[in-house]
């Protein structure tokens, strides 16, 4: 009798690099525990401090652990709630990484196409590559429906008007300047079809983005994140459609 093995599961990865965390958590609690030891009774008070701002640093950590276990797939379904499917959609994913939010609309899709791009920086997702993003989409079940191409959302390789629907989650704060996001914001507006519909879940710059995109007449909303689906309590969600 041959042996059963259990299905392998998709891997939507760790955002960012581990190492760091690990780093912050246990230099904050060697530095504590220096502090708490030494007789200098300013020295002891600056420990207590510190372990007020340890224990902050740990519950941070904590909070961000469980959005890259649980967190961003509640999230991903409320970002993909927020399209009204008739699965016949054009959808660009930007800063897929492992494919999250490419390979979930893509599960929404009869006759259309997920496609999802990304620059693979290594210190955006551990392990960030093409090769794991087609992984995932083969056991995932879409691998018909998705492309993954390596493009820049500052320039992208597509006509205008070519998408319905176009998603994105924490990638375009990671553009340095203002101008380089306001760019990827027209340029997002640019391949947007009429009638298509923008969603963005990011920490910061929102209002910025909204404002490039109502310059280019886009009806637009932001909407408070929910603290069980989100990195960082202060995340939010803007919501554009021409």
Same mark, same amino acid.
């Given at each position: 009798?041959?042996?059963?093995? =259990?299905? $392998?599961? =998709?891997?939507? !990865? /760790?955002?960012?690099? =581990?190492? %760091?965390?690990?780093?912050?958590?246990? !230099? $904050?609690?060697?530095?504590?525990? /220096?502090?708490?030891?030494?007789?200098?009774? @300013? @020295?002891?008070?600056?420990?207590?401090? /510190?372990l007020?701002?340890? $224990?902050?640093?740990? !519950?941070?950590? +904590?909070?961000?652990?469980?959005?890259?276990?649980?967190?961003?797939? #509640?999230?991903?379904?409320?970002?993909?709630?927020?399209v009204?499917?008739? !699965? %016949?959609? +054009?959808?660009?994913?930007?800063?897929?990484?492992?494919?999250?939010?490419?390979?979930? +609309?893509?599960? #929404?899709?009869?006759?259309?196409?997920?496609t999802?791009?990304?620059?693979?920086? =290594?210190?955006?997702?551990?392990? %960030?590559?093409?090769?794991?993003?087609?992984?995932n989409?083969?056991l995932?079940?879409?691998?018909?429906?998705?492309?993954?191409?390596? $493009?820049?959302?500052?320039?992208m390789?597509?006509?205008?008007?070519?998408?319905?629907?176009?998603?994105?989650?924490?990638?375009?704060? %990671?553009?340095?300047?203002?101008?380089?996001?306001?760019?990827?914001? #027209?340029?997002?507006? #640019?391949? @947007?079809?009429?009638g298509?519909?923008?969603?963005?879940?990011?920490?910061?710059?929102?209002?910025?983005? +909204?404002?490039?995109?109502?310059?280019?007449?886009?009806?637009?909303?932001?909407?408070?994140?929910?603290? @069980?689906?989100?990195?960082?309590?202060?995340?939010?969600?803007?919501?554009?459609?021409?």
């Amino acid at each position: 009798m041959s042996a059963t093995h =259990p299905k $392998a599961k =998709p891997d939507y !990865g /760790f955002d960012g690099t =581990p190492i %760091n965390y690990l780093l912050i958590g246990v !230099g $904050a609690c060697a530095l504590t525990i /220096f502090l708490l030891t030494l007789s200098n009774p @300013l @020295l002891k008070i600056l420990g207590v401090i /510190f372990l007020v701002l340890t $224990a902050v640093i740990i !519950g941070v950590m +904590a909070k961000f652990i469980y959005y890259v276990k649980i967190g961003k797939l #509640r999230l991903r379904d409320r970002l993909l709630s927020m399209v009204d499917w008739k !699965g %016949n959609e +054009a959808v660009l994913d930007i800063g897929t990484g492992r494919g999250l939010l490419m390979i979930g +609309a893509a599960k #929404r899709l009869t006759s259309g196409k997920s496609t999802g791009i990304d620059i693979w920086r =290594p210190g955006d997702m551990h392990a %960030n590559s093409l090769r794991n993003t087609l992984n995932n989409a083969r056991l995932e079940g879409v691998f018909d429906k998705v492309e993954v191409k390596n $493009a820049d959302v500052q320039k992208m390789p597509f006509p205008d008007g070519s998408f319905d629907v176009v998603l994105s989650n924490l990638c375009i704060h %990671n553009i340095n300047s203002k101008n380089g996001r306001e760019q990827a914001c #027209r340029e997002i507006a #640019r391949v @947007l079809k009429s009638g298509g519909k923008v969603i963005i879940g990011d920490a910061i710059h929102l209002e910025e983005y +909204a404002e490039v995109f109502r310059t280019t007449g886009m009806t637009v909303e932001i909407l408070r994140g929910r603290f @069980l689906e989100n990195a960082m309590p202060w995340n939010k969600i803007l919501e554009a459609s021409n």
